[in-house]
């Protein structure tokens, strides 16, 4: 049986126009977070307190934090990597953060140059900061299903990360399928192992559609009781370890599949559109959203 | 195995559509030698069924006009099948001239489609079928049916479950060995997969059912998951994701054999064909047709060079 409502967590303002090769304007990324804030999604990635020598595009996180309406309801978590970053976004007003882990020591070490035993100690600042803001703080873990760079990844592993980050105080752990790997088969083999760590309930997954797995895995986790899900409007995103490839899930696919499913999720396809529409004609690209490109009588 | 601990199929039948279903909607006119070529290449993945060509007057559907000298041309493997379509009579007797050996017949669960379609209602469509029916018996061919419209009708819209199985269940009395049941327009879901599964598997047993999804609303491996989690044992696809939609200009149709494989490699479930043989037979034909391949998996490992 499914869950009855899902949460869907955008992630397009954040994991998508990181990995969009144009850089964005303030304008068009605060333009972009009003919109969908408009579409019923109750939960929006707004940007990433990291150093803009890392990721030019998230160099304007201040303004953006600073300049999004912000609606009552609608939570704006962002990226923090440490604790400087956590500060800066308590300073801009972010009510939220995210924290990034992964089950991979070589992502880990290629990715943020430290093993996944220092990421945490780094990230245990955050949450003791975070936990005297009240602050929630939401955890990541990348590569739950394979790692560009270590190939095949145990569940177990996986599991071991997730219960750090819970006990460490992230009130929900996303799992990420980082390079879109997966299949039905290791979601639901890795989702078996984290189940006996994590409740289901703090659990959502984030899945990537570089092999066009994504809503079939997203499908095995709702089977399974998971009842969050991220994805990115008009599917923004591509995959940094394949050229040309898609990453993220298109909101609009996923929304289009949990209504067809009867699944609450309180979010408006026409108007989520709009703003997929909106996003790709600032960013000169077409949409990587199939129900966008369906519905678009031409 | 993992397959079958997780309650799903062992092994699943893949019927590759690509030179007929895939090509029929490509607006390149692909020459003969090509569409030869490609059948071969496919012929030598392990796919068991090619669907080659259709047997249809070549004034409606261009595409397939040199259909008797594909069906002459191509190399016959043994273990593959290679059906092709025949709209009626004539055409099933053109193309058991030509050499076919089965024959697949084009129902629709939807009066409009049928009508706009093949300019006649359901029943008469059956009539014509069942004249095919009774030939091919006669000459031990078998014959698989397919039910257009199965989730959605783009003139209909809605179309109910009961209706499908109806219509199948004609098809299946008349003699098809297997039904497969499409999804023209793409715009199923997990929840109509599994409604209309139920209704139809009261009429025709499990194994005689295939599905055909096409990937228009990006729900095709999804609805296929579903489908093989009640116990759907073969599975329709076009390598590449040959062949776009006629409804809805841009869209994708079909959905890409490439990542239909990639999943069920992933889930333990033997198919029997060679992934990376299917991904160079996509790769020739999208070179051919100077277009970027629909599925996924090909994009990703060509530009990775890896193939996981």
């Not at chain 1, 979601?187 to 990537?208: N, Y």
Request: proline share 5%; aromatic share 6%; charged share 20%.
């Amino acid at each position: 049986a499914f869950p009855k409502r899902v949460k869907v967590v955008e992630v397009g303002p954040r994991d998508g126009l990181q990995n969009e090769k144009n850089v964005v304007p303030t304008p068009v990324k605060i333009n972009l977070i009003n919109m969908l804030s408009e579409t019923g999604l109750q939960v929006i990635e707004a940007t990433s307190f990291v150093s803009p020598k890392w990721v030019p595009q998230m160099a304007d996180h201040a303004e953006v934090m600073q300049g999004i309406n912000k609606l009552p309801g609608i939570s704006y978590p962002v990226l923090t990597p440490n604790l400087k970053g956590f500060q800066a976004a308590v300073a801009a007003g972010a009510k939220e953060v995210s924290i990034f882990g992964a089950a991979s020591e070589l992502f880990t070490k290629k990715n943020i140059n430290c093993s996944i035993e220092e990421s945490l100690e780094r990230f245990d600042e955050v949450m003791t900061a975070a936990r005297a803001a009240s602050i929630p703080v939401r955890g990541y873990v990348s590569c739950v299903l394979g790692c560009p760079y270590e190939g095949k990844i145990s569940a177990a592993k996986v599991a071991e990360v997730s219960k750090k980050m819970y006990s460490m105080g992230c009130y929900e752990i996303s799992l990420g399928d980082t390079i879109g790997i997966g299949t039905p088969g290791s979601m639901k083999e890795m989702l078996t192992a984290v189940m006996k760590e994590v409740p289901v309930g703090a659990l959502a997954v984030h899945c990537h559609d570089t092999y066009g797995q994504a809503l079939a895995n997203i499908l095995v986790a709702l089977q399974m009781g998971v009842s969050v899900v991220d994805a990115s409007v008009a599917g923004l995103g591509g995959c940094p370890y394949a050229q040309g490839a898609s990453g993220n899930v298109a909101t609009e696919d996923l929304v289009y599949m949990l209504n067809g499913l009867g699944i609450h999720t309180g979010v408006d396809l026409q108007k989520l559109m709009d703003t997929g529409t909106f996003i790709c004609n600032a960013l000169n690209r077409r949409t990587n959203s199939k129900v966008s490109q369906a519905s678009c009588r031409l | 195995q993992e397959s079958q601990a997780s309650g799903l199929p062992e092994y699943i039948k893949i019927v590759e559509v690509g030179p007929r279903d895939g090509l029929q909607n490509e607006k390149v006119i692909v020459p003969t030698d090509i569409k030869i070529e490609l059948i071969n290449r496919l012929s030598k993945t392990g796919l068991p069924a090619v669907e080659v060509t259709s047997f249809v007057s070549s004034k409606w559907v261009p595409q397939m006009a040199d259909h008797k000298e594909v069906m002459r041309g191509i190399e016959r493997h043994p273990g593959v099948q290679y059906p092709v379509l025949t709209p009626n009579l004539q055409g099933f007797h053109s193309a058991i001239a030509a050499g076919a050996t089965e024959v697949s017949v084009f129902g629709a669960a939807s009066e409009s489609f049928s009508k706009m379609n093949i300019n006649c209602s359901i029943e008469e469509s059956i009539e014509k079928f069942e004249e095919i029916a009774k030939s091919a018996r006669n000459m031990n061919i078998p014959v698989r049916g397919y039910v257009s419209c199965a989730l959605g009708c783009p003139y209909e819209g809605n179309v109910i479950p009961a209706k499908v199985a109806e219509v199948s269940k004609r098809l299946y009395s008349m003699g098809c060995y297997e039904i497969s049941l499409g999804d023209t327009i793409g715009v199923g879901t997990p929840g109509s997969m599994k409604r209309m599964l139920e209704a139809v598997m009261k009429e025709i047993p499990l194994r005689a059912l295939a599905v055909h999804c096409h990937d228009t609303y990006g729900q095709a491996l999804a609805n296929i998951l579903t489908a093989i989690q009640m116990g759907v044992a073969v599975v329709d696809s076009s390598v590449a994701g040959l062949g776009g939609c006629p409804y809805a200009k841009g869209a994708t149709g079909n959905v890409a054999t490439e990542d239909v494989i990639y999943m069920l490699n992933g889930l333990g479930i033997n198919t029997g064909v060679n992934l990376y043989k299917v991904m160079e037979a996509g790769n020739f034909i999208c070179t051919a047709l100077n277009k970027k391949t629909n599925s996924k998996v090909a994009q990703a490992s060509f530009n990775t060079g890896t193939i996981n």
